[in-house]
């Protein structure tokens, strides 16, 4: 089958300089989130000698070899590694993959002057996408194949190596600031996973409406409040990145900035409401481009900025169907809790100048276990031996060498512990899945049944050809269902299919020694007394905002949002 499709990488096109050029020299040019929106509007002010630098720099670097990153040849230095997580955020949710409606120009600048992934995997699902991030891993294989909810006591293995604990014997400084995720007991904390600092949540930030302030903020092991202010997250947390930054800049360090946002309910930062032409979410959106140009506006203040490879991606793709708190994965199809690409293909951003080519595009299958083995490629740590590591390098894609292919033959789509669908080269076959099922792994059950589309039969598709998925030609290409099929043995044998546990996979772990296995604590009394306990909170945080707001006289635009719920809800208050 022909295709049009670029594979490998790609040079910088007329567009983008000229997209290129429409932005000053610095991220964020004026003080405080207003000029977010004047900046949008400078165009032609990009200083002409940062341009030709920048031009200079691609010149030079896509004529540089193989081998060690200028950085660490040329002077010696470990690099810095920065890494901005977004939660929820779409496919097409930022400028330079194609918005319509929210403007990124400082993301999308970071784009024109690095390299922007076409085809990067995450889960389906916020925890796993993050034990693979860290781990290097599949998540089934590390045994975080899905979320685990409040009081649940489980977690990411403390046997588990992560990045962090990878890079500290290389003496750098490690933070993680924002959503963890990976545990919520003391055991599993940041701090136990090689952090040195921690300042975040340890949990969701809650998907029920007005229920989520119910999150405790940590800064390390001590608990800060029960109650934080979620508006402030995405400025608190970029402030907490830039302060560390600055304390670690005569070391080398590794900055995980994982923001909370935009997953709902969402609650974007005062000065950025009603900015964007795309509601709260794209307002939460528009705020996170606004901070991460303060990040690497702090990078090149402190001459680091050469020094520091920065990466920015999602967790998963974006959950559909709650109106302007939800956003798009154009032309993808489906969103988040599914293996439609839609739910797992989100943006992935990389920037390191003199090292990653300007203006680069790589249309390989890459995914988020590669960053792991990458920052060991780059830093030379040596990566864990403690089990098999499923993620490959990405250095040389990023080098944006024609002849550098994908380093994964195939990659596997689960949704749990429930092999769905894989990839090889440019098809993608969903396995038949001719009946619904409930997860068996932990408290996010339903999600499974609720999301997955039933087939009779294994679907194929050709992702160049038809990103969107919409043609199944699994009649006009036999043997390459065959094929696959035969893969996806492979990934049944060494990482499992639904409740049977493949030989690679390593335990969850557990704070608990009645439930060492998340499915034996679902339904338990101990489950049942902690959730009790967890409605009973909530039940006594709504009923005192209902008493609160009674007795306002005005109520802001969220608020009136918070109080139709209470009257469509009597019951989730009064009862
Ligand atoms: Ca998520």
């Known amino acids: ?21 429409r932005f000053p020299g610095t991220y964020c040019p004026k003080p405080g989130p207003q000029g977010s929106a004047d900046a949008r509007l400078e165009c032609g002010s990009w200083h002409r000698r940062q341009f030709l630098q920048v031009i200079g720099q691609a010149a030079a670097l896509f004529g540089m070899a193989g081998g060690l990153p200028a950085c660490r040849s040329a002077r010696g230095q470990l690099p810095n590694f920065v890494i901005i997580f977004t939660d929820d955020q779409g496919y097409n949710d930022l400028g330079i993959y194609g918005s319509p409606n929210i403007r990124t120009p400082r993301i999308d600048r970071m784009a024109a002057e690095g390299m922007r992934f076409t085809d990067f995997y995450v889960s389906p699902i916020c925890s796993p996408s993050r034990a693979a991030l860290l781990t290097g891993s599949y998540p089934v294989r590390v045994g975080m194949p899905d979320v685990h909810l409040y009081d649940a006591p489980f977690g990411l293995s403390p046997d588990e190596i992560t990045i962090a604990d990878m890079l500290k014997p290389l003496g750098y400084s490690t933070a993680c600031i924002g959503k963890w995720h990976l545990g919520q007991d003391d055991k599993f904390a940041p701090n136990r996973q090689g952090f040195d600092h921690f300042y975040g949540i340890r949990i969701v930030n809650g998907t029920q409406p007005f229920e989520n302030f119910a999150v405790p903020l940590y800064y390390n092991d001590r608990k800060i409040t029960e109650r934080p202010n979620h508006f402030q997250f995405t400025q608190d947390f970029t402030r907490e990145a830039m302060q560390f930054v600055e304390r670690s800049q005569h070391q080398p360090f590794l900055l995980y900035l ?3 946002m935009p997953h709902i309910p969402i609650y974007p930062g005062k000065e950025f409401q009603g900015v964007s032409d795309a509601g709260l979410y794209g307002d939460a959106v528009e705020e996170i481009d606004w901070c991460t140009g303060l990040i690497l506006d702090h990078l090149l203040s402190l001459g680091l900025d050469e020094r520091t490879l920065v990466i920015y991606t999602s967790d998963n793709g974006p959950w559909l169907g709650f109106g302007d708190q939800s956003g798009s994965a154009e032309p993808l199809r489906g969103g988040k809790l599914t293996t439609w690409e839609g739910g797992v293909r989100v943006p992935c951003i990389m920037r390191w100048p003199n090292n990653i080519p300007a203006g680069t595009i790589c249309s390989e299958l890459v995914t988020i276990m590669d960053i792991m083995p990458t920052i060991a490629d780059l830093s030379g740590a040596s990566l864990p031996h403690h089990g098999a590591i499923d993620g490959k390098s990405l250095w040389p894609l990023m080098q944006a060498s024609a002849e550098a292919k994908s380093p994964h033959e195939v990659y596997y789509y689960y949704a749990g512990t429930w092999l769905q669908a894989l990839r090889a080269g440019e098809w993608k076959l969903h396995l038949a899945r001719p009946e619904s099922r409930e997860g068996i792994y932990g408290e996010c059950a339903p999600w499974l049944a609720v ?10 598709y050709n992702l160049h050809e038809d990103p969107g998925e919409t043609r199944n030609v699994a009649a006009q290409y036999p043997d390459i269902v065959v094929r696959l099929s035969a893969l996806a043995e492979e990934a049944r044998a060494e990482l499992g299919d639904y409740g049977q546990p493949g030989r690679g996979v390593r335990p969850t772990g557990s704070a608990h020694p009645d439930y060492p296995v998340p499915h034996e604590w679902l339904g338990s009394p101990h489950w049942e007394a902690t959730s009790s306990a967890m409605q009973e909170d909530m039940r006594a945080f709504r009923k005192y905002r209902f008493q609160l707001l009674s007795r306002e006289d005005t109520l802001d635009a969220r608020e009136q949002l918070e109080w139709k719920w209470y009257m469509d809800h009597p019951d989730q208050v009064f009862e």
């Open 451 to 460: 999301n997955t589309t039933i087939m009779e039969q294994p679907e194929l």
């Open 258 to 260: 994982a923001h909370p």
């Open 1 to 21: 089958m022909s295709s049009r499709h670029h594979s490998g990488c790609r040079l910088l096109g007329v567009a983008d300089i000229g997209r290129l050029m």
